[in-house]
């Protein structure tokens, strides 16, 4: 069955810089893959939307590049602030048009 | 738009008693979805609703989960009798298209049984 990795550490990252984080999944390549923040007590908040035959897509200071042949996403925000310090989620189709598999997500601290 | 509304937002309960959540979709939206997450599990999709209509419940536990979507803009997820196993957030979830993309979460229900 599919399974998603998502680094299960928290990753420290000083403001200013790119911070970068990770979704690995096995077996076969989704359709599309998705993006989501979600803070303490809240719900996940979507980012952003990559299908399988995009390599990249671009939102403000958020990137999300997909490799098939890695079977991998990266999803980058750039001059990272204290703000965007939470837990990222990537989830992905299962080519049912509405069953997504989640990782367990990333927490992202940045530190001023 | 006041974004998904759930209530209540914590609902402490004890073993064996009836619990029933609540949820008011994005107006306009298609696609309704209740999630349960936990730290062991992650998030997991329990059912999903597109018109009203429940097209898939398979991620229901058992037979003591029950949901349903009388209208556009109300759904309730019904737990009876509840069990200390079912203590996780809830979240409700809608979305503008008819499919997973782009969904917007509620704040969660809290629930723990005791």
């Known amino acids: 069955s599919q399974k998603i990795e998502q680094n299960s550490e928290a990753l420290n990252i000083q403001e200013g810089k790119t911070a970068t984080l990770t979704c690995n999944y096995t077996?076969?390549?989704?359709?599309?893959l998705q993006w989501y923040r979600q803070d303490p007590g809240r719900g996940p908040v979507f980012l952003l939307l990559?299908?399988?035959n995009e390599k990249e897509k671009r939102k403000e200071r958020l990137k999300v590049t997909f490799d098939t042949t890695l079977k991998q996403s990266l999803f980058h925000i750039t001059a990272s602030q204290p703000a965007d310090s939470a837990t990222y989620l990537c989830a992905l189709d299962m080519h049912s048009n509405y069953q997504l598999i989640w990782g367990a997500g990333t927490k992202l601290i940045i530190k001023p | 738009d006041a974004g998904v509304i759930q209530s209540p937002r914590h609902e402490v309960t004890e073993m064996g008693q009836e619990v029933t959540l609540r949820c008011k979709p994005i107006s306009g939206h298609n696609s309704l979805f209740w999630y349960r997450q936990t730290m062991m599990r992650g998030l997991e999709l329990l059912i999903y609703f597109n018109n009203n209509v429940p097209i898939d419940d398979s991620g229901m536990p058992e037979d003591r989960f029950s949901a349903k979507m009388p209208n556009a803009s109300f759904s309730t997820l019904k737990i009876q009798p509840s069990e200390p196993r079912d203590s996780a957030v809830y979240f409700c979830a809608s979305s503008p298209t008819d499919s997973s993309y782009e969904q917007y979460f509620g704040p969660g229900t809290r629930l723990t049984v005791t």
């Open positions: 077996n076969y390549s989704p359709a599309y």
């Open positions: 990559i299908r399988e």
